[in-house]
């Protein structure tokens, strides 16, 4: 659809007028930020009282203001609060959110739709995991951040509370991976024309790398969390010895995923600081091939470290050296970083704002948890470390020190460009020496604690293990904390009250965020920017950059110049609307109320062909103005799928690793030898035709021939329903062999991968047959054969990984498992 | 011209195989199939059966990606988003498998490097 000529008003109006009915059906990527940061900052609230409430508890010995079980959900929650709904929202959900588009000179992320809903999700998902509180057998779960199986098995905690955690988790997930996919496909595509890779800010690149991260790490977490559900719903035994299984399935999945989650929260920490110091040392950042480079080492590494959070589990010595070499080495890249930011400020001409302040403390924080990590890679150290409060201080030193001090350096740096106003500096750095005091005071006694033998989640203590004082300097160092944190709230406050006006570049900055008004208009820019350097808004004030070179780029937005024709996406109400029938599912499932599934499950599939029909616009026009002339010339739907198709490899491959590893574990049943290879060699000849079928369609597609395209894609369909029809024939048939769902370990993995596969073959019938619907209503013409492409390439994978399971789970069904 | 299919075109810049090249790999997508049950009912070829199933596959695996799914006509940069995540894919479920059989059962290194670093002992 071609975009409409629009006229430029003479001031622009800021992304922030509107009424509030605005906000629930916004897609503008600045406003979603805002609700996601508006979200996490009530939620660090929450966070922080439960904190508090920790402190208190163990501010004396034997202490009774919270009871064990109550203490339990304290501090489980804290730590799922602080991870889940305070730093991703405020890095990814906020941060990104807003600046990514800005910084890369485009006017929304790729899909604007998407975004949107992924924030409704996270709202949907962060209410569901407090819902516990409102039933009688609920309660918030107590199993602590990572869960750890068996302990939340049905039988050793009972009621709904781990139920709302494992769902609440599973939605907060979905969220995450739409996040991560869209942020991906939007740097991928979209950056501005001559915005190489090597000229992104580097909070672009730690973002994009992130987004890799999420897309990837995020798999087995949803796959153990899947088997969490299985084994509490459905009478599996994923993570039952006495079944054959083993809990230790838990660890290794979760911490596929934990590990590599430090890192989702870290690198868009490392993103931020490496854009506030090159502005206050008045440099450019030392070392920036480098410092991209160590980023992609660091996200490359963290998927092979994970093992280390488990040298007490007893893997064995080589997995244990492995695993202890591994952690040694992302010390490496972490270490450029460090000194990239020191070499940075040196020689710098340095201007000591609250944002730099908080830059500089996050690399001493962060250094100080860096080197107690070190400790931890080496497996002697870290079997006495391990549940100490030594650990506890580590992490804290990482992801306050570290990401927190990050956030709120980066709270004081993009605050004008966010609300227009300035803070006070003043009560800013007030606010910065108490959130030092507070947090070195808080967290560093807790290496003492963990070396004398204080262990983790413990709710008391008693008077003569000699940890009562530097446990009461620490819930008045938590307090000071607290109170540093208040300081904020009301500077906050204050600012939207009436604080300074900000002007669009309050801190003479390098990025492209800068060259627009405080706060941005809607449409972020009049003129697409073209960009010819790093640092592309300080090459444009100042001629020749830092670089040596004459690096002017022709960025920014002349107040009168002529302007392009400018459409935006409208808004929607489906998002919140979706969310809100997942939300009733979810809740629905956990209380057992069928009515209550089936009303969600109509909304949600309601507005999911609502958002399907409302999609197109956009997208096409994106193409025109931003992903033709600047980001590589990818069409952003064909990379965000071929991002999720990636996510889905990660995916299936976890499902198809523990079927390995359980199928030959299983005690009784029948075992692999009742399954039929004549049939499935049939589904097998079906499918990989059926994908051919596909292939013909999107041929006659190109060609313009409506008639072949619908016997082609018939074809695929009639296909995919008897792939279909051999698999419910098959399962049948297995039943009556005694394999059932819950008979052994063998067969709950063989019927969670080939029914997982199965599902996805139904969506993709689904999403070829609206295909055949639209081809017969004339709407399919070849210029619309990216739609058809699109579908092929989800049901060619769903191919290839039939493909794979007819291998390795039935053709090799002899072979002997882990 | 509409704006919609001067998108398109624009778009479109990779050119995708004709029918003929698509019927071509659907026959060695056949051949390779049947050449993978025949591998599991020989008996003779039982004990390299696994090596020979994970190349015919990884051969199915290979075509419906290159041709079907026209990674040898796009892009690198679609390419190298597949190539990467299933390489991630690829480390996890081999490192599972491990971690739960050889490296959590055997010295088989361990012993030996014990050897050459503690003589004495």
Not at chain 1, 668 to 677: F, H, K, R, S, T
Request: with cysteine; net charge neutral.
């Amino acid at each position: 659809m071609a975009a409409q000529p629009k006229a430029i008003p003479a001031e622009y109006p800021s992304y922030l007028k509107g009424d509030p009915i605005s906000w629930l059906n916004t897609i503008d990527h600045k406003r979603v930020g805002v609700l996601y940061g508006v979200s996490a900052l009530f939620f660090m609230m929450l966070g922080g009282i439960e904190a508090l409430l920790i402190r208190i508890q163990l501010f004396e010995p034997n202490n009774t203001f919270l009871s064990a079980h109550v203490y339990n959900q304290v501090f489980t929650m804290h730590g799922t609060t602080m991870i889940f709904l305070v730093v991703m929202p405020l890095l990814l959900g906020f941060a990104a959110n807003f600046l990514v588009p800005l910084q890369i000179g485009a006017r929304d992320v790729a899909f604007p739709r998407l975004n949107a809903l992924s924030f409704w999700i996270f709202l949907s998902g962060a209410v569901f995991l407090h819902m516990g509180w409102f039933w009688h057998h609920g309660g918030l779960p107590d199993a602590g951040w990572f869960g750890y199986a068996n302990l939340t098995e049905r039988q050793y905690t009972p009621g709904m509370a781990i139920d709302f955690w494992d769902i609440g988790l599973l939605i907060l997930g979905v969220s995450t991976v739409m996040t991560g996919l869209n942020f991906f496909t939007t740097i991928v595509t979209m950056r501005a024309p001559g915005m190489t890779y090597m000229r992104m800010p580097m909070f672009v690149w730690s973002i994009l790398v992130t987004s890799i991260l999420i897309l990837l790490a995020f798999p087995p977490l949803t796959v153990g969390l899947i088997f969490l559900f299985m084994d509490r719903f459905f009478g599996t035994h994923y993570y039952q010895a006495v079944a054959g299984a083993t809990p230790i399935l838990w660890q290794h999945l979760f911490w596929l995923f934990g590990h590599p989650e430090v890192y989702i929260m870290a690198l868009p920490a490392f993103g931020m600081i490496s854009e506030i110091i090159p502005t206050f040392s008045r440099k450019p950042l030392f070392g920036y091939p480098m410092m991209a480079y160590s980023l992609i080492l660091i996200a490359f590494l963290s998927y092979g470290v994970w093992g280390h959070h488990m040298f007490a589990t007893g893997m064995g010595p080589v997995a244990d050296a492995t695993f202890a070499i591994t952690s040694m080495l992302i010390a490496i890249p972490t270490g450029i970083k460090i000194f990239s930011w020191i070499a940075t400020v040196w020689g710098g001409s340095l201007k000591m704002t609250t944002a730099f302040y908080f830059a500089l403390g996050f690399i001493v924080e962060f250094t100080i948890g860096g080197l107690s990590g070190i400790m931890h890679a080496a497996v002697p150290i870290d079997l006495q470390q391990t549940d100490s409060y030594f650990v506890v201080a580590h992490f804290h030193y990482v992801l306050f020190g570290g990401v927190m001090f990050a956030i709120l350096g980066a709270f004081y740096y993009w605050w004008p460009k966010v609300t227009g106003r300035m803070l006070s500096e003043k009560l800013g750095k007030v606010q910065f020496w108490l959130t030092v005091i507070g947090f070195n005071g808080t967290f560093f006694p807790m290496h003492f604690l963990g070396t004398w033998g204080m262990p983790r989640r413990i709710y008391t203590y008693g008077s003569g293990m000699g940890w009562t004082f530097w446990n009461q300097f620490e819930t008045v160092s938590a307090f000071i904390l607290g109170f540093a944190f208040l300081l904020m709230f009301i500077n906050m406050l204050r600012s939207l009250r009436d604080g300074e006006i900000a002007p669009a570049d309050p801190w003479d900055a390098r990025t492209l965020e800068w060259s627009i008004p405080s706060p941005p208009p809607a449409f972020n820019f009049v003129t697409v920017p073209s960009v010819s350097g790093r640092d592309a808004f300080w090459a444009r004030k100042y001629g020749t950059g830092s670089h040596g070179a004459a690096a002017v780029a022709s960025a920014g937005d002349p107040p009168n110049g002529e302007a392009e024709a400018i459409h935006m996406p409208e808004p929607s109400f489906f998002p919140i609307v979706l969310a809100a029938g997942l939300l009733l599912c979810g809740l629905g499932v956990v209380v057992a109320w069928w009515r209550l599934i089936m009303a969600g499950g109509v909304i949600l599939f309601l507005s999911i062909i609502g958002m399907a029909f409302q999609y197109p616009t956009f997208g096409q026009h994106t193409h025109e103005t931003e992903a033709a002339s600047g980001g590589g010339g990818e069409d952003l739907r064909k990379v965000g799928l071929w991002a999720f198709i990636g996510s889905e490899s990660v995916f299936f491959a976890t499902l198809i690793a523990t079927f390995m590893v359980y199928k030959s574990r299983s005690m009784g049943g029948p075992g692999a030898d009742v399954l039929e290879i004549p049939l499935t060699s049939f589904s097998t000849f079906i499918l990989l035709m059926s994908s051919l079928l596909m292939v013909l369609a999107l041929a006659a597609t190109q060609r313009g021939d409506k008639t072949w395209q619908r016997v082609w894609l018939a074809g695929t369909v009639l296909f995919g329903l008897i792939f279909l029809g051999d698999q419910a024939y098959e399962f049948t048939s297995l039943y009556h062999h005694g394999l059932g769902f819950t008979t052994d370990l063998f067969s709950q993995c063989f019927f969670t991968l080939v029914g997982f596969h199965g599902f996805h073959v139904f969506i993709g019938v689904v999403w070829l047959s609206v295909l055949l619907v639209v081809s017969f209503m004339d709407r399919l013409p070849k210029s619309r054969a990216l739609s058809v492409e699109l579908a092929g390439l989800y049901w060619h994978f769903v191919d290839i990984v039939w493909v794979v399971i007819f291998t390795l789970v039935y053709l090799m069904q002899k072979v002997k498992g882990a | 011209m509409t704006a919609e299919a001067a998108v398109h075109e624009q778009f479109e810049q990779h050119v995708h195989p004709g029918a003929s090249v698509y019927v071509t790999v659907a026959a060695f997508l056949v051949v390779l199939t049947a050449l993978e049950i025949t591998v599991f009912y020989v008996q003779a070829l039982a004990p390299v059966m696994i090596p020979l199933l994970l190349i015919l596959s990884a051969a199915k695996f290979v075509l419906v990606a290159g041709f079907y799914m026209h990674l040898r006509y796009d892009s690198y940069v679609l390419t190298s988003i597949f190539g990467f995540a299933l390489v991630i894919a690829a480390v996890l479920l081999i490192s599972l498998l491990l971690l739960f059989t050889y490296l959590s059962h055997h010295l088989w290194f361990a012993v030996p490097l014990a050897r050459i670093l503690l003589p004495g002992h």
